[in-house]
């Protein structure tokens, strides 16, 4: 099977590399030459374009920063639409729109081949590792035959559902990560004023029952100083916008939502989009006169676990599928 990926960002490269490093025959597409290099170095190929791409490739996943993008990279005259034929898969794993991907994956069917989104949650470092997780939207046929390059990538996979139900829960879940920090910015300030020690509010707050996935990983980079978590306030603001979204599409009248995206969009006429998102910790840090940083904590995450083979996660109450 050969496979063409385009988006070699933060998560996109991370991704690509653990395909290759497991020795999937790999052509890869970004605009940044420099991001492409590692990746042809080690094997990969490139093509001149998203038809040519998908034209020559099995699968075609795509890994980019907002829901525009992938629709430009798809819909361009010699975009990945144009390659697509019969029994080919477009993967989605940008984090992007449901309805959005539902409207490109109408014309991925006309084209004759099969849509999924899967988006990835569980940080850049378990990316590079093959340890993230991966939910993955599409019909069981479709879904079947990317679990095994999906369980290269990742060592959780969960079929979520149809088409576009994999976008809707990675920005559920990444609506509760960015509560999860803004909360654990407030705590940490807090207990600093109070006259807490901070190495030892982390680990008051790591075991107990106020931990969290978000506070074992960005805790530790905000205690550090670097803020280094890979990833930056306007994806985050992008993010919980498409919660926003499908909230109001749903007519929920959300509370604490508006108030976390009014907190971001403060952040950025402060500190610029392209700052990363754990120092969202500045404007309390500014507003009360103080650094949160305390020693022993590493400038960056690190995953520790070794690599190994993904599984497909069965949610509770369902039945496991046979293979074949």
Same mark, same amino acid.
């Given at each position: ?79 990945? $639409? ?8 477009? %993967?989605? !794993? ?5 309805? +959005?991907? *539902? @409207? ?79 909360? $654990? ?8 004023? %109070?006259? !807490? ?5 982390? +680990?008051? *707050? @790591? ?118």
């Amino acid at each position: 099977m050969r496979v063409g990926f385009i988006g070699l960002g933060n998560v996109g490269g991370k991704l690509a590399g653990s395909l290759l490093r497991n020795g999937v025959d790999l052509v890869v597409r970004d605009l940044d030459p420099d991001a492409m290099e590692p990746l042809l170095t080690a094997g990969a190929s490139t093509t001149p374009s998203g038809r040519d791409m998908a034209k020559a490739c099995d699968v075609v996943i795509t890994c980019l920063p907002n829901p525009a993008i992938s629709a430009a990279v798809l819909e361009a005259g010699d975009g990945v $639409l144009a390659g697509l034929s019969n029994g080919k898969v477009w %993967a989605e !794993m940008s984090t992007t729109d449901a309805a +959005e991907v *539902i @409207r490109l994956g109408e014309k991925v069917h006309a084209a004759g081949a099969s849509p999924i989104d899967c988006p990835v949650s569980g940080g850049c470092h378990r990316a590079a590792t093959g340890n993230i997780s991966i939910f993955g939207g599409a019909d069981r046929a479709t879904f079947e035959q990317m679990l095994p390059l999906l369980t290269v990538m990742g060592r959780r996979v969960l079929h979520t559902g149809p088409l576009g139900s994999a976008s809707i829960l990675k920005v559920v879940t990444n609506y509760l990560a960015t509560a999860n920090l803004v909360s $654990l910015t407030e705590a940490l300030v807090t207990a600093q004023l %109070a006259g !807490m020690d901070l190495n030892t509010t982390y +680990e008051a *707050i @790591r075991i107990s029952s106020g931990n969290s996935f978000v506070h074992e990983t960005e805790s530790q980079v905000i205690l550090n100083g670097s803020r280094d978590i890979n990833f930056t306030m306007d994806l985050v603001a992008k993010d919980i916008g498409l919660f926003q979204a499908i909230a109001n599409r749903h007519d929920v009248p959300l509370e604490l939502s508006p108030l976390l995206i009014d907190i971001f969009a403060d952040g950025i006429r402060r500190y610029g989009g392209r700052e990363w998102s754990p120092n969202i910790i500045r404007r309390l840090e500014e507003e009360v006169g103080t650094d949160t940083v305390a020693p022993g904590f590493p400038p960056e995450m690190v995953d520790d676990e070794p690599e190994e083979p993904g599984r497909e996660v069965v949610p509770r109450g369902h039945t496991a599928h046979r293979a074949g």
